[in-house]
């Protein structure tokens, strides 16, 4: 339910159609999103984004092997944002930080000094059903949105239990000009997260660098 409430919600005809009370409630997420990241990233020229982050697993224990490195996980699930953080608050880095976002804001709101270095997209949702494909993250336009906010040479890795969700992911990356695969380049390794333990290890890999 909380991935369908922000489906539209950086589209301004769209949202211009919807219920004023939504409206409102939708522009005010967005104007403290856009102040927590100017305020958050005002001197990282660089960062490392999961969207989709679940509980943190993952991105804690990659940011505490690669100190280096600043990283940024969301959510559209606040309970899963509230777990991540308290694992944050838990863990010896300093170079992490969750929130609850949703990708196409946080792309839209991020500040134009700051540039993405490395994407990680690990078990989306699916949308297994051809009527929802249009849910489905990886999308043309999302892809050119995420291009339009990379440094050069950026890496995106996305990962899924999913074979159906997987061959539309490679094909949209293949059609893009942004985007080009990495053939033979192996899957970074990282904590085991909620999602992947329940796929029981079956997993398919992409990785794209940014042209």
Sequence with gaps: MATRLFLHSTDPELTARMDPEVRRS??????????ALQSRLKRVPTITLEIGCGHGHFLTAYAERNPEEFCVGIDVNRRRVDRAVTKA???????LWFLYAEAMEFLKFLP????????WILYPDPWPKKRHFKNRIIQEDFLGALAEVCRSSAHLHIKSDQAGFMEW?????L?????RFCRGHA??????????????GKA??????RT
């Design 175 to 179: 059609a893009s000009d942004e985007w």
């Design 112 to 119: 134009r000094t700051v540039k993405l270095g490395k994407i």
């Design 187 to 200: 899957f970074p390794e990282g904590a085991t997260t909620v999602f992947q333990t329940l796929t029981q």
């Design 89 to 95: 608050e838990r863990s010896q880095a300093n170079n």
């Design 169 to 173: 992911t490679r094909e949209l990356i």
């Design 26 to 35: 939708i522009e005010q997420r967005q104007k403290t999103l856009k102040t």
């Design 204 to 209: 398919f890999e992409v990785t794209a660098k």
